[in-house]
């Protein structure tokens, strides 16, 4: 086999060849080839170390780019040759590793030092200060008690410490938010005579800014001797920080007037937190204007801020023309502008925000790469324009670019979703995100309860609990929501139990959620406690005590609030006028009640909805209007609403109007041509009007489209477990004695009572056979019926339906409550109905 020899390479004359070594001198080589024992040997030998310079170098390029990789390469390099580096490489290397953050090796090697100066213990103490601020894989706390340590030994050690090395601790406290061990470090420089300088005078100030204590920021700034540029916008980064954007235009004045250059930093900080400033239109201008004179109006900085700060307070068309005045746009530019858009509110039209998306796709045309935040904005945008389509192709990008687990992104995706009637998307988004951050939780907690999965968002907040996550108070909002919507006693008290023990019963979104969780279960008084234990009342918390007032028959009371609401100027809000035109709907003041809902929109800037439309139909049908009530409709704009026709047929069917009933049926008919609760009336007022044959053509027609009418069903929450019963199944034993039960007390009723007579009979109990009486099929007579013989005497009795109470039940369970001297509450889809003495909260009107 031949073998051929490499050529050798020639010198470059630009490298310096190392002079050789006189003392030995290599023989020739030979062409006797080495043995193979004789290779082993030659790999064992150690390779010789580079210069030191060399390996400054490369230290120095090491912490310059914070490789850790490339600090332990040479670390390993010097270790091989056996090289034994002085005090200067030792230090650069203890920079590195405290640099990249990697503050065990930094610890180790610092231990094995055998000299130290005050170079390796600021490095150190600097190192512990840098991970305190959250860099670190240790916690804040821990680091900042670590550096201080090192300080104490320091000063243990004798050694002279500097400026530098009280920078690095006040740092380290800083970072931390320790004050108390800050304003000891403060002390202490004051004592040494180092506080004159401007370099320390910044260290401190920026402590106390970044432990919000900003009397100490401005005792010291106006006390220091000696100020700089980084003086003044520190001071003025600790307002931007503490949110006062007032004090800091002031300061920002202030500085101009002193002569202080303003620079990117100072002018971009303050544009960020007038952004946040409503009603200051001058303030903004001036401060472009400045931006402008000063030549900063392109830089990217500066600019994306004022992009950020106009776009916030729907200067849509000021934030347009100062993006595109900015050459080269990055991603902070970009992400900026689709952030404006996503800003804007619900007024725009969704046209205008179209243009976000198109400033997404001109990002990726240009090959930049966005960032997590540009992804959130512009989900956010699909978000708000329903454009589910183009939010599953930026998904698509979203995992192209790894953000899959980023849990801000994957909590608009989850609420894109959900918005979409998507959840099963939304719960792979879920399942896809590390799930470290409560907000993941809580918007799929609000994504299931939005979708009427009311038990899987509870079954959720279980497994929140076991995993050992704390819930915020949005969370148990949304809880407290689905506890609402199931109407389960027990589970509601628990979930308010658990939230005075957190802490968080404190909080006014928990208090407001509480107010219509126990109106939905029939509390009122449980509402009106929480109501009065809240101790910052907001707009919400006002109407929603109003609507519990006026769902529960206490209409008296929620006009008497919401005349309280103004005396304490408490701004109205949708859910309050709803609850007045319930009220006066009920009391039959019909003049009051147009007088609130003309009120709205010319005194309050509220557009009515259609619940509030439905509220003044039932308003003018309650005191006999019908005809008035139908030409409202017309003339309200929302003629193809099934709301306000559903309330129109309701009054035709108690007023015996059939000629009216039949042709408002018939629009249902045509308006919710898959809804089988329109059919199931139109049949009951063709049957009502003798129109037989076209009631057999009703049924026919449902028939056809493949729907049956709903079953009613009706549950009740006794001894901790929930019972259902469904109208007209007596395939449960159990109902054999609840049927039984209701028997024994409907003969109880009549014995004491004169007003049964006939009547009550005629109303289902001619069969004596047990569960074949047409009052034995309703279900929310049974779950009466059980709970009367389960609750004791003085506790009243709750049930829930999912229908319409008839009026046979309606009637029954008035006479309930006057013979057995109970209050009985029942909630069905339209009201709520407290029986007590023989009336109810109704008025016989529902």
């Not at 005792?219 to 100020?227: I, S, T």
């Not at 989900?379 to 389509?389: G, K, M, S």
């Not at 979409?420 to 907000?439: E, G, I, Y």
Request: charged share 25%.
């Amino acid at each position: 086999m031949l073998l051929h020899r490499r050529r050798r390479p020639k010198p470059n004359p630009l490298l310096r060849k190392s002079p050789p070594t006189p003392a030995r001198i290599s023989p020739p080589p030979t062409d006797r080839r080495s043995s193979p024992a004789e290779a082993p040997r030659a790999l064992n030998r150690r390779r010789p170390p580079l210069e030191p310079a060399a390996y400054a170098a490369l230290l120095r390029a090491a912490s310059r780019a914070r490789s850790l990789p490339l600090g332990k390469l040479t670390h390993s390099h010097m270790l091989r040759a056996g090289y034994r580096p002085g005090l200067f490489l030792r230090n650069n290397l203890l920079a590195v590793y405290c640099r990249c953050g990697d503050m065990r090796h930094a610890r180790l090697l610092f231990d094995g030092m055998p000299r130290r100066d005050a170079v390796t213990w600021n490095t150190l103490i600097a190192g512990y200060s840098s991970s305190s601020g959250g860099g670190g894989s240790t916690g804040g706390g821990a680091t900042t008690r670590l550096a201080l340590a090192a300080f104490r030994d320091a000063r243990r050690d004798g050694v002279a410490v500097d400026r530098f090395t009280y920078a690095a601790v006040l740092a380290a406290c800083g970072g931390a938010g320790d004050g108390r061990h800050g304003r000891a470090a403060h002390g202490m420089v004051v004592a040494s005579g180092l506080a004159e300088t401007a370099f320390l005078t910044n260290s401190v100030i920026d402590m106390y800014a970044k432990c919000g204590m900003i009397d100490e920021v401005r005792l010291v700034f106006d006390r220091a001797e000696e100020r700089d540029e980084a003086s003044w916008n520190l001071l003025l980064s600790a307002y931007v920080r503490m949110g006062w954007p007032e004090v800091a235009v002031h300061v920002l004045v202030w500085m101009h007037r002193s002569g202080v250059k303003l620079d990117s930093f100072a002018l971009g900080g303050i544009l960020k937190a007038c952004s946040e400033l409503e009603g200051s239109e001058d303030v903004r201008r001036m401060l472009h204007g400045c931006v402008v004179k000063v030549g900063l109006d392109l830089d990217m900085f500066v600019g994306s801020a004022m992009v950020d700060m106009y776009a916030k307070n729907g200067g849509l068309e000021e934030a347009i023309k100062v993006f595109d005045c900015i050459p080269n746009q990055n991603v902070v530019v970009y992400s900026a502008m689709i952030a404006g858009f996503a800003r804007l509110g619900n007024d725009p039209c969704p046209e205008i925000r179209i243009e976000a998306i198109r400033l997404f796709s001109n990002l990726l045309r240009m090959r930049i790469k966005p960032s997590r935040f540009t992804f959130k904005s512009v989900l956010e945008v699909c978000n708000l324009t329903n454009a589910l389509h183009c939010g599953r192709q930026i998904h698509a990008h979203v995992i192209f670019n790894g953000f899959q687990e980023d849990e801000f992104i994957a909590n608009v995706l989850i609420n894109l979703y959900s918005k979409a009637r998507s959840v099963n998307d939304s719960l792979r988004c879920f399942h896809m995100t590390p799930k470290q951050d409560v907000f993941t939780w809580t918007s799929m907690i609000t994504a299931f309860a939005d979708n009427e999965n009311f038990e899987k968002s509870l079954d959720l907040f279980i497994e929140l609990l076991n995993v050992g996550n704390e819930p915020d108070q949005f969370t148990l909002s949304n809880v407290m929501n689905a506890c609402a919507a199931l109407s389960i006693p027990v589970t509601c008290k628990q979930i308010h139990c658990y939230t005075v023990k957190s802490g968080l019963d404190q909080f006014t979104v928990c208090g407001n959620s509480q107010i219509a969780m126990y109106r939905s279960m029939g509390d009122l008084k449980a509402s009106k406690k929480t109501f009065e234990q809240i101790t910052c009342l907001d707009t919400l918390s006002w109407s929603t005590m109003v609507l519990s007032y006026a769902v529960h028959g206490h209409e008296n009371e929620a006009l008497l609030l919401l005349q309280k609401m103004k005396d304490c100027r408490v701004g109205i809000n949708d859910i309050a006028f709803l609850a007045v035109l319930i009220a006066c709907s009920q009391l039959g003041l019909a003049d009051e009640g147009f007088r609130h809902y003309d009120s709205m929109k010319s005194e309050h800037g509220c557009a009515p909805n259609s619940k509030h439309k439905a509220s003044v139909v039932d308003l003018l049908c309650r005191v006999g209007k019908i005809a008035e009530a139908e030409d409202f409709i017309l003339r309200s704009g929302s003629e193809n609403d099934p709301i306000l026709w559903h309330a129109l047929l309701r009054a035709c069917r108690i007023h015996g109007d059939k000629e009216r009933g039949i042709k408002t049926g018939e629009k249902l008919m045509e308006l919710e041509p898959f809804a089988a609760r329109s059919y199931v009336v139109l049949y009951n007022l063709y049957m009502d009007a003798g129109k037989i044959s076209l009631a057999m053509r009703t049924r026919g027609l449902m028939r056809e489209r493949g729907m049956s009418k709903e079953t009613g069903i009706s549950w009740a929450e006794f001894g901790g477990s929930i019972h259902c019963f469904a109208d007209g199944d007596n395939s449960c034993l159990q109902n054999t004695a609840v049927h039984t039960r209701l028997e024994e007390l409907l003969i109880r009723v009549k014995q004491k009572t004169e007003r049964g007579g006939t009547d009550i009979w005629e109303l289902g109990f001619q069969s004596r056979k047990v569960g074949k009486n047409s009052l034995g099929r309703h279900g929310e007579l049974l779950g009466v019926a059980l709970g009367l013989s389960t609750f004791p005497s003085s506790a009243p009795v709750t049930v829930m339906k999912n229908q319409r109470i008839s009026w046979e039940s309606h009637e029954t369970l008035k006479l309930l409550s006057e013979g057995e001297n109970r209050e009985i509450i029942v909630r069905d889809l339209t009201h709520f109905h407290h029986f007590n003495q023989g009336s109810c909260s109704c008025r016989d009107y529902w």
